[in-house]
């Protein structure tokens, strides 16, 4: 047998040779060696002995074990399996690689032993050059270390744990560890890392952009870190699993993408970086510095605890704290206070969910949808909030932010059933507590008083709400203002349709109520509404509800019906009035009384009187009675509560209220409308309550005559040219016969564009827009020179808009009719008749403001208009000029047919159908000159003047009721002028039997333009 020695000197001689008869393995060692070797057994593994800067591979075949100081060029671990133990102590005893480690299959395990491992350098005083590619296969680092210039994981299994250390460290720098040391560490595709005890991995930058890493640590928590000063971790697309215990510790924590979750089990800290050396992980925590987190999209979701040393900032994507999470301010448990970490979370975007407990030293919300629902929990067991504190290094204690936790911003939304918003609990006495301003939207709810929704300034700090802000109590739900302290600013609203305590509330036991103070500043309001009420209970004495000068208390009526008031549990002059404050109620009812609250109100000087009780509506009036308190609605008449509103119109409004029957949540969708248009807590301005009536009234009357009579006159317009045009004597076109008769057909496409303004319409006038196309077809017949009779068929649609001082309504209408002519020459005089008739349908939508909540109103309308007309017209010819006078006599009766106005998926209103008799007698003078050219083609230009006068019902009439409401108005709107001018120009050519032409018009009045283009095209048999 040989040893080993001499087989390495022989391998060393022949290497080629042994090579290429495949005698050597990847590793550059005889493959058979260990049948050669003195006491080896034949199956054993051979010892490797790798040539210095060698680029080695590991395939299927291959199984082996390697120790010891080497240093290679590359290594590539493509199947099969390596295990490679360092030498303890480190230096020289390490792998060390120069260009890359690669592992696309089999497995590498890198196995314990103290600070050694693998090194992506040249040796251990050089810089780091190598980088990690994986994508398949496993790497193990069991107590060890593999540490390279840059990691890119993009699929296989990695696996990090133990001490890497000496055995007995507790140092976290001694940890297992896989990282980045000046470069980047990247995860992407399917690549996963698990994470045990101990165990670390580190870069100044990680993108993690897909693939998962785990953190399953329990007993020393797994250390996900970055360092250096611009230290950046960017979650972009992977998951980042915490089932045991983990730490998140980097500069700035990007979340972009993909998903960090928190198991039940689970501990995560985050939101620190600045680990030193040579500490134990609670050390090392306590002398960190604080992170940034910023969350842009993904998902965060918390199902077991987050402690937060730093500042989070959420700015789109879902962060979600479940039902068992809780995240805490960052802090020794054992120690506290003894030390403490100044979290932030600032909520800017996104969405938040807390559906279990969240707190940090400071909180605000400016942005997005905040949602705090407790499932099956008291209200304490779930919320958010923050403690207007900060940790004093210097004295080891929590002192006084100054600032309170904040909500504001007009694009935030806050939702709270049964869970609690909080501020300021920390430090007692400080100013802090909770503010929620400048348009933030806050909802409470809750089923009960225990499981309310709540607003919590605690330790007798302040809840300010102000400035645009809204807090409001959902129908049936239960809300609580729980602080010594509550103002209600000026612009800011206060609204409960449900149950809203206002007292303070011990943490412990919500029904352990004691007195607050609660105070309407000037322009500020609080609202009832619904059945809602304010309760004053407490366990003592009750507390106090203040309505200062310029105050607003906006009372629905149905909170103060049957027996309730609109505050209970109040005792004697609990509720305060001052001398300007105001009242103003709701829904009341003509004749009925009320009573405000459930014990006498110290009322100073006219508060809450005269000028200032208030109606919601200008259809009631109010009478108070300050010694009990109670006031009794009565009805004005329509001059009265709205003088500009037409009269028929508003004698059906008032008519309403008189009989009682305003309702804004009636069943009757007309009762609701006309309600909630003249209420001012649906439309405030009196001028918008005038034109949302007026504008829904005319629905029917506002265009669909208009666009009837508009699609009638222009294919009427066609017919009528056509029998005037038919003069055979004077026309450059006689037929082509012998005996003097033709068959021809004939098309005509045309338009017309239509512009009204300030069309009488009420109290409000109508601005009307539109444009409609089609074509006419026809064909006649030419006898003996001088006669011709027609048939004619026309069809079209368009689009029209009525806006000015009305609501914008759209009208998209099609038409389509019939028609005959007949005209007859002798001399130079003509004469010419006609018949059509047109039908149309009319698809109405009129904008109603988002205020009233019934959407927009709606109408489909069928509509027809029969027209006939005369024409007379005599010929001059003066040096080849063609000067004709005529005059016609025209009539048209246009028929509008009964609808009905649909809104919020009913019957808002219905119009009886309406009948215009019009006369029109136009008269002008037009001028034609013929000429011939050498190719045998006639051209005629032409240019026609005139005036039309119109008799007759220029005004659409109708009557509208709505549905609910007894009566009905009588309406007019304004069609068509009484005097128009009338223009015609164009030209035609024709040669044979053939002839075009192309014709511009006008027609202009005091309120109405109408410009049209049509062409004409005939060809005759």
């Known amino acids: 047998m040989l040893t080993k020695g001499a087989i390495g000197n022989l391998v060393n001689r022949y290497r080629a040779v042994l090579r290429k008869c495949r005698l050597l393995n990847t590793f550059g060692s005889l493959a058979v060696a260990g049948a050669l070797v003195l006491g080896g057994a034949g199956a054993a593994a051979a010892a490797v002995n790798w040539p210095e800067e060698a680029d080695v591979r590991i395939t299927a075949v ?17 199947g099969g399996s390596l295990a490679y133990t ?21 497995e590498l395990s890198v196995n314990q032993a103290a600070h050694a491992g693998i090194q992506g350098a040249v040796d251990d005083t050089s810089d780091y050059t190598a980088t990690f590619n994986m994508s398949g296969g496993k790497l193990s680092i069991s107590g060890s270390q593999v540490q390279m210039k840059d990691v890119n994981i993009s699929g296989g299994e990695v696996s990090v744990s133990g001490i890497a250390g000496e055995g007995s460290s507790t140092n976290w720098n001694d940890g297992a560890m896989l ?104 050390e090392a925590l306590k002398s960190s510095s604080e992170a940034t987190v910023t969350q842009t999209g993904g998902t965060v979701n918390v199902a077991g605890r987050m402690d937060l040393g730093g500042t989070l900032n959420i700015q789109g994507g879902e962060f979600t ?106 430090v007692k006495g400080a100013k802090g507590g909770l503010t929620i301003t400048d348009g933030a939207i806050v909802n409470l709810s809750g089923d009960s008083l225990n499981r309310a929704g709540m607003l919590f300034a605690s330790d007798g700090q302040t809840l300010n709400i102000a400035r645009g802000a809204s807090v409001n109590v959902a129908e049936g739900q239960h809300g609580v203002f729980n602080a010594a302290t509550t103002t209600i600013g000026k612009d800011a609203t206060v609204d409960t349709a449900g149950t809203l305590i206002m007292a303070k509330a011990s943490k412990a036991d919500v029904p352990d109520l004691s007195a607050a103070v609660v105070t309407v500043e000037d322009g500020g309001t609080m609202r009832v509404t619904g059945k809602g009420y304010i309760d004053l209970g407490a366990k003592d004495d009750p507390s106090s509800l203040t309505f200062a000068d310029g105050s607003l208390f906006d009372v629905s009526a149905a909170s103060v019906s049957n027996g309730n008031t609109a505050i209970r549990n109040a005792t004697e002059n609990a509720v305060h009035v ?118 829904a009234a005319r629905m029917g009357l506002v265009l669909a005559p208009h666009m009837t009579w508009a699609a009638h006159d222009a294919a009427g317009a066609a017919v009528a040219r056509r029998a005037a045009l038919a003069q055979p004597e004077g026309s450059g076109f006689r037929s082509m016969s012998a005996d003097g008769t033709d068959f021809g057909m ?87 008749a006609d018949l059509s008739v047109t039908g149309a349908s009319h698809d109405l939508e009129q904008d109603l403001p988002v205020s009233l909540g019934m959407g927009n109103l709606k109408s489909d309308i069928d509509s027809w208009a029969l027209g006939a007309g005369l024409r007379g017209e005599y010929r001059f010819e003066t040096n080849g000029l063609n000067i004709v006078p005529h005059a016609s006599v025209r009539y048209t009766l246009l028929n509008t047919g009964s609808y009905k106005g649909v809104a919020d ?32 083609w006639s051209v005629r230009p032409s240019l026609d003047l005139g005036v039309v ?73």
């Open 321 to 426: 704290v479940g039902k068992e999470g809780k995240v805490f301010v960052l802090q020794d448990a054992a120690d506290a206070p003894a030390w403490g970490k100044n979290s932030s979370i600032n909520m800017q975007g996104g969405v938040l969910n807390v559906d279990g407990y969240a707190e940090a030293s400071q909180l605000s919300i400016t942005g997005g949808t905040t949602n705090i629902i407790g499932y099956g929990n008291e209200w304490h067991q779930t919320g958010l909030g923050g403690y207007s504190q900060t940790w004093d290094v210097e004295t080891g204690a929590w002192v006084a932010s100054g600032s309170p936790t904040m909500v504001s911003g007009p694009d935030t939304v806050v939702n709270i059933e049964n869970g609690n918003l909080f501020g300021g609990v920390a």
């Open 746 to 832: 004939w098309v005509m496409p045309l338009y017309q564009n239509w512009n009204a303004d300030g069309l009488d319409n009420g109290s409000r006038d109508l601005d009307v827009s539109a444009n409609l196309g089609g074509v006419a077809l026809g064909a006649d017949y030419t006898f003996a020179d001088n006669v011709r009779a027609g048939l004619s068929f026309h069809v079209g649609g368009g689009h029209a808009k009525g806006e000015g001082e009305i609501n914008k309504t759209a009208d998209d209408f099609n038409f389509w009719g019939v028609g005959a002519y007949a005209g007859w020459a002798r001399s130079s005089f003509g004469l010419a």
């Open 86 to 106: 360092g030498t303890p102590g480190g230096g020289e005893g390490q792998l060390f690689i120069r260009e890359f480690l690669n592992i696309s299959g089999g």
């Open 905 to 936: 998926g009913g019957m808002v209103l219905e119009g009886d159908a309406m009948r215009q008799n019009v006369w029109t007698f136009p008269v002008g003078v037009a001028l034609s000159k013929d000429f011939d050219t050498a190719g045998g």
């Open 578 to 695: 001052a001398e300007n404050a105001k009242l103003r109620v709701s829904g009341a009812k003509a004749g009925e009384s009320y009573m405000l609250a459930s014990n006498s109100i110290d009322i100073r000087g006219s508060g809450w009187q005269g000028d200032n009780l208030l109606s919601s509506t200008s259809f009631l009036g109010l009478d108070f009675d300050p010694v009990t308190g109670t006031f009794t609605a009565k009805a004005k008449s329509a001059a009265e509560a709205m003088p500009e509103l037409n009269g028929g119109l508003g004698n059906l409004v008032s008519g309403m209220y008189a009989a009682g029957l305003n309702d804004a949540d009636a069943i009757e969708n007309g009762r609701r409308f006309l309600s909630r248009v003249t209420d001012v807590n649906y439309i405030a301005d009196a001028g918008q309550q005038v034109t949302n009536l007026e504008s």
């Open 179 to 282: 990282g980045s040391v000046d470069g980047t560490f990247a995860l992407s595709g399917d690549g996963k890392i698990t994470l045990g005890d101990n165990a670390q991995l580190f870069a100044p930058e990680f993108n993690l952009n897909g693939g998962t890493i785990s953190m399953s640590a329990s007993g020393n928590p797994a250390l996900v870190r970055t360092y250096g000063e611009n230290g950046a971790l960017n979650l972009t697309g992977a998951a980042i699993e915490v089932d045991g215990q983990g730490i998140l510790a980097a500069n700035n924590l990007n979340i972009s993408g993909g998903n960090l979750g928190v198991g039940k089990d689970g501990n995560l800290v985050m939101g620190v970086t600045g680990f030193k050396r040579g500490m134990s992980v609670s």
């Open 949 to 1021: 006068a119109a008799a007759g019902d220029v005004k659409a009439k109708g009557d509208v009721s709505f549905a609910g409401v007894k009566g009905k108005a009588a309406l007019e709107t304004q069609v068509l002028d009484r005097v128009s001018f009338a223009g015609q120009a164009g030209v035609e050519l024709g040669k044979d039997k053939l002839s075009f032409g192309l014709n511009y018009n006008v027609r202009a009045g005091e309120r109405n333009t109408a410009h049209g283009v049509f062409g004409t095209f005939r060809y005759t048999f």
């Open 62 to 78: 291959d199984t082996d074990t390697v120790s010891g100081g080497h240093r290679l060029n590359s290594l590539s671990v493509e």
